[in-house]
């Protein structure tokens, strides 16, 4: 009978050969298979593949025992293999992990930074479908510019006549004294909202009904905090708040605290219908006035639903368009014009992340480079390892697993470094960051992933360059110092570090530069010992006469002036300008500010053209504009004089100065007499014992502001808060740049010490042969110098080329990149070579070569 | 004298029966024959790998055979140690045995 050759199951045979060591492998699986041919004869294939398959499984767990028993025989071997290469060179592994631990430190708290900033407003429920209604208007000076600004009847309208919106809610807000009992505040955030408020955002009650709550008028609601600042512990429902000294609220829920990562927070809401009793139905329909928000259908369409909006602004004569823009995005991406509270910005996050990435990015080089220098040492090791047998992929993984457990210790360090420096970076960055790297999955993914990363990267090229050696060349000690490829690559890394090392100390000079330029730029105005203070009480600014004539008769008090803004500061604008001889059709865009006679003098504002404000004249009052050398260029005339303005006419032109942050170019400016009492108050004192007319204006102030709080600042530092948000970025930028020095010097130190060792009997015998020490350390010098003059021709053009950008982008008004820079980040640079390098060159310089040569 | 196991001892003698045919299989075979009772491959390679190491056994790969789809058969022998040790076991019994019938045993029951 012909026998048909039975094959054992393939799978369990394929199991059998993994398991089974190389030699015996296939004399085994033999063996096996006669067994199964003979019992398939005998007994059928069924009952030989079980018999088969029975074997194969019940090999399989010693099989993996002894794997695993193994495996962990020779982690244990490469852990402490690991350590004590750590222990043995502690200099090294000191700088490597430090530099690590900074990178990670910085890139960790970046992280956090981050994911707070991305978070902002994702709390509501339906905040996917939120977005804010907004006006773009093309028509001004200053170009296209994002209005925070809507219609009061474009929420109804949303309401009633787009299908495409679920539903809208408008606010508008407030300020005003709130009183209760003895308590009375005039910080608080108070926001008119109306009913549907609460449909739109997700803003959970603790007391109250939220559907009724701001139905009706004189209706408010308090945040948890506002309520406990109020109220203490009572129960606030139901208590009457005074606003303003004039109306009651009743308090008919309270909410719980708004999130801090909100692009606008409120501490009090009142109910919308409130207005209308207020200021009259006509208030309600006022325009931009308010900020309207919706909610979009699912799959709504929202260009159908933009030009519906459109009609409303069709109706009238004006050209802006309407645009909607998401809720998550408006605190990265929204600076618009009219925000109720500053927003953070989405370039600031792009600056942080590329820093941060070089940071770590000079990290790794500074690991790779000392890494590899380091393979001398260890160049015995890895030829035994392979001489019992080792493979060379045994021998990456181990190397790469020790670049591994030094990138998780400099992770471990990380971690507390980031816990002390927290509280510090919270308040810096003005933000509740909280320690969240274990409750949050995704925090923690990225974390792994950033250890895992570094330790595998930074660590790839020593593990390939050192498995690479044969123990031939190892043992019979023929080490050659380097070969061209493996010194060119290493010489690069440094190079790379100087260039990106130059490029930031250049960047921060110039970036310094310009923050002190804007510091000291002259605005046009006097700004020094000026006070200035908002006068609250409307009673007072009704009758303030008095309180100025007292203030003048103190001698410290050299001149005071009203007006209804600041003249760092002016954002009133009339739209609607008209001039004679002014183009049909145009529309312009002109700021207003409203002064006394005084104020042309006050400021020591430069008349260039006819006359300033006089009461000799008495139709000043009504007719009288003084318009700035812009708003006379604007008008095209060829003598302003007496040309007819809006209602009035030009009496005069005074030089440009600067009212706008100076990021912007003067915008035309047109000054008028006060109708009403100016609000704004400004003070002139003597330079002399400042204290004491702080003291008299305090005095005096509080004597005749009885109800309202008298507050007051000095007029410079009023302007410098204005670009704190530039300070900020100049503070944050020398952080930096001091840290990635730091980093980049350890690298230098490490390098130096390294070819200080390699080249001790180099030294030593050509200090023999007659060497002075100075020609010794020139020899040593010329590297560092070819690479510190290669790396600033680089760095160089691009700094330049970097920051030329960021000036044009940002500033009207800047600074010049002179060679002065360069020269001082050359400096700076050769500087910072010669401190970390400097020691140990003088120390090879100088050693004595007996020592070096002893052992010859 | 060391002492060997008795599945050892079993084994150097079914190496020693097979002569030229001591793999793996026919070991197995015999030594299922004479016990009675199963035994593992694992029962047979270890106590083979073992003697291996203790030098009282030497295997050697055979050509290849057109039977078992062309693979080499891995092939026990004894060395000279490991006769020493079956002669040592031998006369061991002999010894102790001597003069022990069957019959006596049997009757004690």
Known sequence: MKRRKEAPPALAAWILSKITRGEDRLSIRSDFSEIYEELAAEEGTLKAKRWYWIQVLRSIPMFLLNHFFWSAEMIKNYLKVAFRNIKRNKIFSFINISGLAIGMACCLLLMLFISYELSFDKYHENAKNIYRAAIKHSQSLMGTQMLNVTPGILAPFLREECPEVKTATKIKSWGGMIQYGDKQFDDDRFFFA???????????????????????????????????????????????LFVDNKHEYTIKGVIQNVPRNSHFTFDILASMVTLESLKGQKHLSGWNNYKTYLMLQKGADADELLKKMQQIIDRTEMKDKFILQPLTDIHLYGNYVFELEPNGDIRYIYLLSATTFLLMLIACFNFINLSTSRSVYRAKEVGMRKVIGATRAQLIKQLLGESLVISIIAFLISLTLVKLLLPWFRGYMDRELKFMFFTDIQLLLALIALVLIVGLIAGSYPAFFLSRFRPITVFTGILRPGSKRTNLFRNSLVVVQLVITITLITCTYVILGQLRYIHKKDLGFKKTHIITAYIRDPNLQNSVEPFLTELRSHPQIVDITLSNQLPYLIMNANPDTRWEGMEAGTEQQVFEIHVDNNFIDFYDLNVIQGRKFSREFRKDAEEACILNQTAARMTGWDDPLNKR??????????????????NVKVAPLCLRLNRDPGEWLSIKITSHDIPKSLAVIKHIGEKYSLEYPFVYSFLDERIDRLYRAQQKLGQSLTYFSAILIFVACLGLIGLASYTAEQKTREIGIRKVLGASAGSILSLLWKKYIRWLILASFIAWPLAYYMMQKWLQNNFVYRTKIGIITFIFSAAAAFAITLISVGFQTIKSATANPVDSLRYE | MKFLTRPEELILLAVWRLKDKAYCVPIKKLLVQYTGRDWSFGAVYDPLDRLERKGLLESYLSDPTAKRGGKRKRVYKLTPGGIMSLIEIKTLTDEVWDGIPLKALKEEL
């Open chain 1, 194 to 240: 109306d009913s549907e408020f609460f449909e739109v955002f997700t803003f959970p009650l603790i007391k109250g009904n939220k559907k009724t709550a701001l139905k009706d008028p004189y209706s408010v609601l308090l945040t948890q905090d506002a309520a406990k600042k109020y109220f203490g512990d009572e129960n606030p429902l139901g208590k009457v």
């Open chain 1, 645 to 662: 303005y809006n209602e009035g006419k030009v009496i005069g032109v005074i030089k440009d100065f600067h009212f706008a942050p100076l």
